[in-house]
């Protein structure tokens, strides 16, 4: 697959006019009110909650299907396979943030650079090397803006997941504003250099305004509300149009993604129901969102394996074809670009 044929496709999917504008309305409609408003930390704290479990939990409930659409990763000979080696890498992360939190939360970090910024970029079809660049450099904006902007809020939190108070840091705390101007800069300027000579001004333009929308949202929302307007609205909500080229079924393929993930989705909800209900009845609300946290890193990471094997397919890796009844079979050989197109969709 050429940069150029995926430049000189129509938008779809996510990327379709339709769906990016409102979604890039709602976002810069929350950084203006933002401006105007002070939300209440419980009302941030249950924002964060609902999208996670709205929009957050659904987008990864259907792994075992698209793993099964793609052959992999883990033992996808039978459901109950997967999930025992899915489980086992949840479990690994949930041990790691027992035995050394400060390590779990670097690790964290890192991941969600990774996986945010490929989640978000991986459509561009860059050669690996400017991709990974790219990727990068956008999932250190998303990451380390709100962290950074707003470090005074953002520093109790993360404090209880392990990595100190990084409020009380001189060289950032006071220094907050350069910093935060290096992230944005760094994104501008790697996205244009690495690009700008690949992609039609059209994806450049969205782009661009993409990153500008998310930036404002960034410097001006609370943490809390910047991160679930991201993550519900342009990560979880866009990886349901990538689930809907994969295993989709039926003519209205996104539609019945939900539906597939409505069991798992139960179940998840149900866990994060008995988490938080814990923590209202031993008078520690202050632990609700660390504790999120936590379980999203849990989902994460074994997560982070399927997605990786879902934009291998796109490259040309894998290709899946889903039988009459929905169930995903897979195969090799050439991607049916008819399904997947060269972004989410």
Avoid at 216 to 244: E, N
């Amino acid at each position: 697959m050429t940069t150029s044929s995926v430049a000189e496709r129509p938008a779809r999917g996510f990327h379709r006019a339709g769906v990016w504008v409102p979604v890039t309305a709602v976002t810069l409609a929350v950084a203006v009110a933002a401006v105007f408003t002070e939300t209440p930390g419980s009302v941030s704290v249950a924002v964060v909650v609902v999208v996670v479990a709205a929009l957050g939990i659904p987008h990864g409930a259907v792994d075992h299907l698209a793993a099964a659409a793609l052959g992999g990763p883990f033992d996808t000979s039978s459901p109950r396979r997967f999930a025992r080696d899915y489980l086992l890498a949840m479990l690994g992360v949930g041990v790691l943030w027992l035995v050394a939190p400060t390590v779990a939360l670097a690790g964290f970090l890192v991941v969600s650079v990774h996986h945010f910024g490929q989640s978000d970029l991986a459509y561009l079809g860059l050669p690996p090397g400017r991709a990974v660049a790219v990727q990068w450099s956008r999932g250190l904006l998303l990451i380390g803006l709100p962290l950074v902007a707003h470090v005074e809020s953002a520093g109790p939190v993360i404090e209880r997941l392990g990595g100190g108070d990084p409020a009380s840091w001189a060289w950032l705390a006071d220094w907050w504003i350069l910093w935060s101007a290096v992230l944005v800069v760094q994104h501008v300027a790697i996205g244009w250099a690495l690009t700008h000579g690949d992609i039609d001004r059209p994806t450049l333009a969205r782009e661009a305004v993409t990153a500008a929308a998310l930036t404002a949202l960034f410097l001006t929302a609370d943490p809390l509300i910047g991160f679930a307007v991201y993550f519900g609205l342009w990560h979880s909500f866009a990886h349901l149009f990538v689930l809907g080229d994969l295993i989709g079924t039926g003519p209205a393929p996104l539609r019945s993604v939900v539906g597939l993930a409505a069991p798992l989705t139960a179940v998840s909800l149900l866990g994060i129901a008995v988490v938080v209900g814990g923590a209202v009845a031993a008078g520690r609300t202050d632990l609700i969102v660390p504790l999120t946290f936590v379980f999203v890193s849990m989902l994460t990471v074994p997560h982070l394996f399927v997605v990786e094997r879902i934009w291998g397919a796109r490259a040309g890796d894998v290709v899946s074809a889903p039988a009459q009844d929905g169930t995903p079979t897979p195969t090799t050989g050439t991607p049916n670009r008819s399904r997947t197109g060269g972004g989410p969709s």
